[in-house]
């Protein structure tokens, strides 16, 4: 399995708090990523990296940013959570050539 | 923008039967990969298989097979010999040749299995 962890893997918290959630990996791959499941939408992209200080936007970027200082960290920041961030948040990672994505475990966040 | 849909919610089969989960998918792209994971109740994200659009051999994957119709943009996932450890949410991905090595996902098809 790829050593992919997230932290935490669960929380609650209250609407207006700022979140993050971690993602770290121990492959050395190139690219992360960050998506959020929800019931009928299956994964959605929010924003990826493809290096160090490199993000860009996914999908359903709103109300999140991301930063990459590390090639083995990438968070993902909910500056003012609302209750529609309430979700399950995956990280994935992808070195070069094939390009299947690795995931880690999830991160349920509940926001009341 | 590339789409991908999964029109099966839910399928049922019965152990030790085949069945097949479909999958299609709208791309201008001509180079592409297409991949089945499979999520159990634990939520780990599981890749099944891949395919890549430009080989016209069907991937397997021991009891996982795919047929790829790629004129039709049609991409389905048979498990043969099905077993209670294959009931999980099941979902087909589409990544371009863009930048980012994103994966585009539908929505998933839930398969039970019938002991």
């Known amino acids: 399995d790829a050593g992919i962890t997230q932290s935490p893997r669960h929380k609650v918290t209250e609407t207006g708090t700022p979140v993050t959630l971690r993602c770290h990996q121990t492959?050395?791959?190139?690219?992360m990523y960050w998506y959020r499941q929800d019931p009928g939408h299956g994964l959605r992209l929010i924003h990826y990296s493809y290096g160090v200080k490199d993000t860009d936007k996914g999908e359903v970027s709103d109300g999140y940013s991301v930063s990459r200082s590390k090639t083995e960290d990438f968070l993902l920041t909910l500056e003012s959570a609302t209750s529609s961030q309430t979700s399950v948040y995956f990280c994935a990672i992808s070195g070069t050539g094939a390009g299947e994505q690795y995931f880690g475990p999830g991160t349920r966040l509940t926001v009341t | 923008a590339q789409t991908v849909t999964q029109s099966q919610p839910e399928m049922s089969v019965q152990e030790a039967e085949t069945v097949t989960l479909s999958c299609t998918y709208d791309?201008?792209?001509?180079?592409?990969?297409l991949f089945w994971y499979k999520q159990p109740p634990s939520r780990q994200m599981i890749l099944v298989i891949r395919?890549?659009?430009?080989?016209?051999q069907n991937a397997t994957e021991n009891r996982f097979s795919v047929n790829f119709q790629k004129a039709a943009k049609s991409f389905s996932l048979k498990i043969s010999d099905s077993q209670l450890g294959d009931a999980a949410m099941y979902f087909c991905a589409y990544r371009g040749r863009g930048a980012g090595n994103m994966l585009t996902f539908g929505g998933g098809t839930r398969l039970m299995v019938k002991p």
């Open positions: 791309t201008s792209e001509s180079d592409y990969y």
């Open positions: 492959e050395n791959h190139r690219y």
């Open positions: 395919q890549e659009a430009y080989k016209q």
